[in-house]
């Protein structure tokens, strides 16, 4: 049992970890709700996954030794339908991780979130922070980190919830739903002709951890036994704070310097609004012999030539 099964494999983050995984020589299997023949992960097995069918979920992760899991609800879909979110965020979870455990699979990865910590992350944020969410996205995710824990901690399986900042970078496709992340926002806006619009100030500071990185960091934690991962929480950023102005200004600065001319419009800050420094500790991660490159401005790079290529090719 050496494949890797990869849920949400065609999604943002989930579709690059596949590909890069494969570049790496692993077996992978890509399950999801509908048919995929993904041009960008050929070699993967590709399942239809009915999450309703216990069956189905159980032949999923057959003669599977590693379950990464990334398949749920966007924030926007989150907020549209709390009820749902905690059906698909959490029970579905809990549902893979238990045909996960049947099926001797060896190790479980959660894809989890930032945003479990709360809306507005300001501070020191490492994983001894309380968790207080206060959005659906959050809150369900939540759910599914803490029975993903439980089974790590009682010995059932190895498993890892990876608390993800905000990841950055080309997509494998242009059909994503995550085209209203700022920078996928500002860098589509620049390979239209511009203007780059900020819905905001900028002023709040975030983690930006390039999606280079991010799956870097997964090849290197699936190479470790799992009592290598301690407790079995950790978060995945860059371990460096930007503000949200402060990128924006570097995707505009990467866009002249492929030639674009664009310019970018922000809005001015609310009367007493000030800065909320950032500091979102990675300490854990770099405990296990892994640190980001942090390479912004490559990620943003791959993102315009991503972006070009696409408004080039659409009549």
Same mark, same amino acid.
């Given at each position: 049992?050496?494949?890797?099964?990869? @849920?949400?494999?065609?999604?943002?983050?989930?579709?690059?970890? $596949?590909?890069?995984? !494969?570049?790496?020589?692993?077996?992978?299997? !890509?399950?999801?709700?509908?048919?995929?023949?993904?041009?960008?992960?050929?070699?993967?097995?590709?399942?239809?996954?009915?999450?309703?069918?216990?069956?189905?979920?159980?032949?999923?992760?057959?003669?599977?030794?590693?379950?990464?899991?990334? #398949?749920?609800?966007?924030?926007?879909?989150?907020?549209? /339908?709390?009820?749902? $979110?905690?059906?698909?965020?959490?029970?579905?979870?809990?549902?893979?991780?238990?045909?996960?455990?049947? #099926? +001797?699979?060896?190790?479980?990865?959660? %894809?989890?979130?930032?945003?479990?910590? +709360?809306?507005?992350?300001? +501070?020191?944020? /490492?994983? @001894?922070?309380?968790?207080?969410?206060?959005?659906?996205?959050?809150?369900?995710?939540?759910?599914?980190? /803490? %029975? =993903?824990?439980?089974?790590?901690?009682?010995?059932?399986?190895? #498993?890892?919830?990876?608390?993800?900042?905000?990841?950055?970078?080309?997509?494998?496709?242009?059909?994503?739903?995550?085209?209203?992340?700022?920078?996928?926002?500002?860098?589509?806006?620049?390979?239209?002709?511009?203007?780059?619009?900020?819905?905001?100030?900028?002023? =709040?500071?975030?983690?930006?951890?390039?999606?280079?990185?991010?799956?870097?960091?997964?090849?290197?934690?699936?190479? !470790?036994?799992?009592?290598?991962?301690? /407790?079995?929480?950790?978060? !995945?950023?860059?371990?460096?704070?930007?503000?949200?102005?402060?990128?924006?200004?570097?995707?505009?600065?990467?866009?002249?310097?492929? +030639?674009?001319?664009?310019?970018?419009?922000?809005?001015?800050?609310?009367?007493?609004?000030?800065?909320?420094?950032?500091?979102?500790?990675?300490?854990?991660?770099?405990?296990?012999?892994?640190?980001?490159? $942090?390479?912004?401005?490559?990620?943003?790079?791959?993102?315009?030539?991503?972006?070009?290529?696409?408004?080039? $090719?659409?009549?």
């Amino acid at each position: 049992m050496t494949a890797i099964l990869i @849920t949400g494999g065609s999604g943002y983050v989930g579709g690059r970890l $596949a590909r890069h995984l !494969l570049t790496r020589g692993h077996d992978i299997r !890509l399950a999801s709700r509908r048919p995929l023949s993904p041009i960008w992960a050929k070699d993967a097995r590709t399942i239809v996954l009915d999450w309703d069918d216990p069956a189905s979920v159980a032949a999923a992760c057959a003669g599977c030794r590693t379950v990464v899991h990334l #398949a749920g609800l966007s924030d926007a879909e989150c907020a549209r /339908d709390p009820i749902q $979110a905690l059906r698909i965020n959490g029970e579905y979870t809990i549902r893979l991780l238990e045909a996960a455990i049947t #099926a +001797g699979c060896r190790r479980f990865v959660l %894809f989890s979130t930032a945003h479990v910590y +709360g809306a507005r992350l300001n +501070g020191v944020v /490492d994983e @001894t922070t309380l968790p207080l969410p206060r959005h659906p996205y959050g809150i369900s995710n939540r759910v599914a980190e /803490d %029975f =993903v824990l439980a089974a790590h901690a009682q010995g059932r399986i190895g #498993a890892l919830a990876l608390r993800l900042s905000n990841a950055i970078g080309a997509p494998v496709h242009a059909d994503i739903d995550r085209w209203g992340l700022l920078v996928n926002d500002l860098c589509r806006a620049a390979a239209a002709g511009g203007p780059l619009v900020m819905r905001s100030s900028g002023l =709040v500071s975030r983690d930006f951890i390039p999606l280079a990185d991010v799956e870097n960091a997964l090849a290197h934690l699936l190479t !470790l036994p799992p009592d290598a991962w301690g /407790d079995g929480l950790m978060n !995945l950023g860059s371990g460096h704070s930007t503000s949200a102005a402060a990128m924006a200004d570097l995707v505009l600065a990467r866009a002249r310097a492929k +030639g674009l001319i664009v310019a970018l419009q922000r809005p001015a800050p609310a009367p007493g609004e000030t800065a909320a420094p950032l500091e979102y500790r990675i300490d854990r991660l770099r405990a296990c012999g892994f640190t980001p490159q $942090a390479d912004l401005a490559a990620a943003i790079d791959e993102t315009l030539d991503f972006c070009l290529a696409q408004a080039k $090719a659409t009549p």
